[in-house]
Structure formats: C-alpha cells, structure tokens
C-alpha cells in the first residue's frame, strides 16, 4: 500500500517538473535558457515519473533503475553539445545577458597554457 502511494507521489512531482519545463521552454527568451531549462526539469522529472513507476510496479524496478540512470548520464551531455554547437554557430545570447564566458575563453585559446608551462 506505502508502495503506491509513494510511487503516485513521485509520479505527481515528476508530472508537475515536466510540465514546468515545457512552460521555461516556452517562456525564456534565448536557445541557451530554453535548454537549460528544459534539460534541468525534464531530467528531474523524467527520472521522478520512471521511478514512480517502478515504485508502483516493483517487479519493473530494475529495469526503471537503469532507463533513470541513463537519463541521469546522457541528458545533460547531450545538451552541453547543443549548447556549444549553438554558440559555435553563432546564436546570439539574449538581450539581458552580460557575460559570456564561453566566448571569453574561446578567444584566450591556448596561449595561457602555454605560458604557464
């Protein structure tokens, strides 16, 4: 019975983290924000509603287990790709942002390293 309820628990948060990304998706104003915040909460909330499941279905746990640590290890690499494809293409940043870092140690290249050999 506990198992159930904590496994609806989870699929509720997860359901409410999915839903706030789809509406960050919507709302931000720049690629490298919408990613951001569509990887953040889509990660969380896909592994919570997986989880869930397998709570809810113990005899699915392990297979739930190892699709959420998938999740865990590919969503975020796969969007500091799409990021840094982005930026290397040339997407401008939003009005509002003040620094870019990124581009900042694109220009200093290997000099420093070299210099503190």
Request: proline share 3%.
């Amino acid at each position: 019975m506990i198992y159930r309820i904590l496994g609806e628990v989870l699929i509720f948060v997860g359901a409410v983290f999915l839903f706030l990304a789809g509406v960050g998706i919507i709302r931000m104003p720049d690629v490298y924000n919408r990613m951001q915040a569509g990887t953040k909460a889509t990660t969380l909330g896909a592994i919570s509603v997986i989880m869930g499941v397998g709570i809810y279905h113990p005899q699915w746990f392990f297979k739930t287990a190892i699709i959420s640590l998938f999740i865990l290890l590919t969503n975020p690499v796969s969007s500091h790709s799409l990021a840094r494809a982005s930026h290397n293409c040339g997407v401008p940043l939003a009005r509002g942002s003040v620094i870019d870092r990124y581009a900042e140690d694109k220009g200093k290249g290997c000099k420093e390293e070299e210099n503190d050999s």
